[in-house]
């Protein structure tokens, strides 16, 4: 079989190149040779133009129009719809700073480029650049997305995603990591969860660069420091801190203090003695006076035993060595008596006699009437501590809602009003040129496992180049290539608002929206998805996006 090879043929334009990219059916069919001449020596160093002028001979032989080749690791879906890339014309030998259509900023020292024997590069370098921020960003820009860690394929939750190379007379240049390119990249999230990874267009993957890209310190100008010693609940039932002031922590000082003093009081109420009964046994023992002013305060007090049935009057006669009174409830006590390892308890309250009574009544009269005005006095100094308290907490609570309602206010004019000055920066250190991202990886959805058969809503089969699911609150993309008429192993999260964004193979943008995806689904067995196709031929990826549901 012969060739013939043009060596002068106009370039193929994107259209062309896209509609041409299944390699792998092409050298699955042609079996005529046992070393292709593709992977010959001699054609390998013969030149792009070579290269180009074999593949449309292929083309014209083949007319195979289905999908990317496996050899094409960076594949835009829709080639005429990719994410533009914009230029700068930069002095290499002087400082440049750049301030992108987006907010982002981009500093290049002088000396920020070498040539492809690492010599330093004087005279005008042209700067590329762009940035890729959501889903549909992800979806056109056909950058691989999955990270493989520890035996397990992860899918990238993107912070934002930038691209920068140079370039000086067609030639491509290399980043001087001695004076790396700084990058402020804009980012759609404040949180600092995301590491900074590297696309190793090589080997094929993704390295994790251990470099923090978010610096907090941008923040504190727009958000309040709300560390504080009171926590407060507010109405979504979430907690909040407030800082407490020196009159507040006074006021709580003194009401801790005003409590403890009238618990002190309350303990130095005054006991009423019982009068004794002539048919219960007694018995008497010296009151140590600071340990039980309750009963030492009383004259003539015996000891009156509670049960008299359990009470052995044998003890009475024994001449203990030691005893020990214990308060027990109300007007009981436990007396322990004792000598060498032979003990006695017994449970008992104090009495007086008839002759004592009055005496005693008027012991306790003055006592619960002294008792009664220092409980009072405490009282009233207890409650005044507790309304101080009290008046001063609400002020501050209002003055803590006062100043949430102003922050809030405040960081939804941050979100909503984003001047230049106020965005959301990540910062990259650029040592080599190629692909930058700021990722977290996350577990492909497991929640639902089904057999996804592809259709138009006509129900006539479809073969996809290119097969997304979007998540619409996860700025990820779970992409599925070469999906012809049906996915057996398709997997999405049942419980978020999931869409399908795909490519058709006479490359044709379908998709199927958040209500159609939930209309059509299941978490197992068979599911029909009818795509809507978009009969179009766009030209920009702007064009893309406004039938791309977020």
Same mark, same amino acid.
């Given at each position: 079989?012969?060739?013939?090879?043009?060596?002068?043929?106009?370039?193929?334009?994107?259209?062309?190149?896209?509609?041409?990219?299944?390699?792998?059916?092409?050298?699955?069919?042609?079996?005529?040779?046992?070393?292709?001449?593709?992977?010959?020596?001699?054609?390998?160093? $013969?030149?792009?133009?070579?290269?180009?002028?074999?593949?449309?001979?292929?083309?014209?032989?083949?007319?195979?129009?289905?999908?990317?080749?496996?050899?094409?690791?960076?594949?835009?879906?829709?080639?005429?719809?990719?994410?533009?890339?914009?230029?700068?014309?930069?002095?290499?030998?002087?400082?440049?700073?750049?301030?992108?259509?987006?907010?982002?900023?981009?500093? &290049?020292?002088?000396?920020?480029?070498?040539?492809?024997?690492?010599?330093?590069?004087?005279?005008?370098?042209? +700067?590329?650049?762009?940035?890729?921020? =959501?889903?549909?960003?992800?979806?056109?820009?056909?950058?691989?997305?999955?990270? *493989?860690?520890?035996?397990?394929?992860?899918?990238?939750?993107?912070?934002?995603?930038?691209?920068?190379?140079?370039?000086?007379?067609?030639?491509?240049? $290399?980043?001087?990591?001695?004076? /790396?390119?700084?990058?402020?990249?804009?980012?759609?999230?404040? @949180?600092?969860?995301?590491?900074?990874?590297?696309?190793?267009?090589?080997?094929?993957?993704?390295?994790?660069?251990?470099?923090?890209?978010?610096?907090?310190?941008?923040?504190?100008?727009?958000?309040?420091?709300?560390?504080?010693? &009171?926590?407060?609940?507010?109405?979504?039932?979430?907690?909040?801190?407030?800082?407490?002031?020196?009159?507040?922590?006074?006021?709580?000082?003194?009401?801790?203090?005003?409590?403890?003093?009238?618990?002190?009081?309350?303990?130095?109420?005054?006991? /009423?003695?019982?009068?004794?009964?002539?048919?219960?046994?007694?018995?008497?023992?010296?009151?140590?006076?600071?340990?039980?002013?309750?009963?030492?305060?009383?004259?003539?007090?015996?000891?009156?035993?509670?049960?008299?049935?359990?009470?052995?009057?044998?003890?009475?006669?024994?001449?203990?060595?030691?005893?020990?009174?214990?308060?027990?409830?109300?007007? =009981?006590?436990?007396?322990?008596?004792?000598?060498?390892?032979?003990?006695?308890?017994?449970?008992?309250?104090?009495?007086?006699?008839?002759?004592?009574?009055?005496?005693?009544?008027?012991?306790?009269?003055?006592?619960?009437? *002294?008792?009664?005005?220092?409980?009072?006095?405490?009282?009233?100094? @207890?409650?005044?501590?507790?309304?101080?308290?009290?008046?001063?907490?609400? @002020?501050?609570?209002?003055?803590?809602?006062?100043?949430?309602?102003?922050?809030?206010?405040?960081?939804?004019?941050?979100?909503?009003?984003?001047?230049?000055?106020?965005?959301?920066?990540?910062?990259?250190?650029?040592?080599?040129?190629?692909?930058?991202?700021?990722?977290?990886?996350?577990?492909? /959805?497991? =929640?639902?496992?089904?057999?996804?058969?592809?259709?138009?809503?006509?129900?006539?089969?479809?073969?996809? %180049?290119?097969?997304? +699911?979007?998540?619409?609150?996860?700025?990820?993309?779970?992409?599925?290539?070469?999906?012809?008429?049906?996915?057996?192993?398709?997997?999405?999260?049942?419980?978020?608002?999931?869409?399908?964004?795909?490519?058709?193979?006479?490359?044709?943008?379908?998709?199927?929206?958040?209500?159609?995806?939930?209309?059509?689904?299941? %978490? %197992?067995?068979?599911?029909?998805?009818?795509?809507?196709?978009?009969?179009?031929?766009?030209?920009?990826?702007?064009?893309?996006?406004?039938? +791309?549901?977020?």
């Amino acid at each position: 079989m012969k060739y013939k090879i043009n060596k002068n043929q106009e370039p193929l334009t994107d259209g062309e190149l896209s509609s041409a990219r299944n390699f792998n059916n092409i050298f699955k069919g042609y079996n005529a040779m046992k070393v292709p001449f593709y992977r010959r020596g001699r054609f390998l160093t $013969s030149g792009s133009a070579i290269i180009v002028a074999v593949a449309v001979t292929m083309i014209v032989l083949f007319d195979d129009k289905a999908e990317t080749p496996e050899n094409k690791f960076i594949s835009p879906p829709i080639v005429q719809a990719t994410i533009p890339i914009d230029s700068f014309t930069v002095d290499a030998d002087s400082i440049t700073d750049i301030e992108y259509k987006s907010g982002s900023k981009l500093h &290049i020292p002088a000396g920020a480029f070498r040539d492809a024997q690492g010599n330093l590069i004087n005279g005008k370098v042209i +700067l590329t650049y762009r940035e890729f921020h =959501d889903q549909k960003d992800i979806f056109l820009s056909g950058i691989p997305m999955t990270y *493989d860690s520890a035996g397990t394929t992860y899918v990238f939750e993107s912070a934002g995603m930038m691209e920068i190379s140079g370039t000086q007379n067609g030639k491509s240049l $290399s980043a001087n990591p001695d004076k /790396p390119i700084k990058v402020n990249m804009v980012s759609n999230t404040k @949180e600092d969860r995301y590491n900074t990874y590297y696309l190793d267009t090589v080997s094929r993957k993704w390295v994790n660069l251990n470099q923090a890209n978010l610096d907090q310190a941008q923040f504190k100008k727009h958000y309040a420091d709300t560390s504080a010693d &009171i926590v407060m609940t507010i109405e979504d039932g979430s907690e909040v801190r407030y800082e407490s002031n020196p009159i507040l922590k006074r006021y709580e000082k003194e009401k801790i203090k005003t409590e403890a003093a009238v618990k002190a009081i309350e303990k130095e109420k005054p006991m /009423p003695l019982a009068k004794a009964d002539k048919s219960r046994s007694k018995f008497h023992i010296d009151i140590d006076a600071k340990e039980f002013p309750e009963i030492a305060m009383y004259k003539g007090v015996r000891f009156q035993v509670k049960n008299e049935a359990g009470f052995d009057k044998s003890s009475s006669k024994i001449q203990w060595e030691d005893v020990k009174l214990k308060k027990l409830t109300g007007m =009981d006590y436990e007396v322990t008596f004792s000598k060498g390892s032979k003990i006695f308890k017994v449970v008992a309250s104090p009495v007086v006699d008839d002759k004592d009574l009055a005496e005693a009544q008027k012991v306790y009269d003055k006592k619960f009437a *002294d008792y009664q005005a220092k409980l009072t006095q405490r009282k009233e100094a @207890e409650e005044k501590a507790e309304k101080q308290y009290q008046a001063r907490l609400k @002020e501050m609570q209002a003055e803590m809602q006062k100043a949430m309602a102003e922050q809030k206010e405040r960081n939804r004019l941050y979100e909503a009003r984003m001047s230049k000055s106020e965005l959301v920066y990540r910062t990259f250190s650029v040592n080599q040129f190629g692909f930058y991202n700021c990722d977290c990886p996350r577990q492909i /959805p497991t =929640d639902a496992n089904v057999v996804a058969t592809i259709t138009d809503e006509n129900n006539n089969p479809l073969n996809l %180049t290119e097969l997304c +699911l979007v998540e619409k609150s996860v700025n990820m993309v779970c992409s599925y290539h070469s999906v012809n008429r049906e996915c057996k192993d398709f997997r999405f999260n049942s419980k978020q608002d999931n869409m399908l964004w795909a490519v058709t193979s006479n490359n044709k943008l379908a998709i199927v929206d958040i209500r159609s995806f939930k209309a059509q689904q299941s %978490t %197992t067995g068979t599911v029909q998805f009818r795509f809507k196709v978009i009969d179009k031929e766009f030209k920009s990826s702007d064009e893309v996006k406004t039938y +791309l549901e977020i």
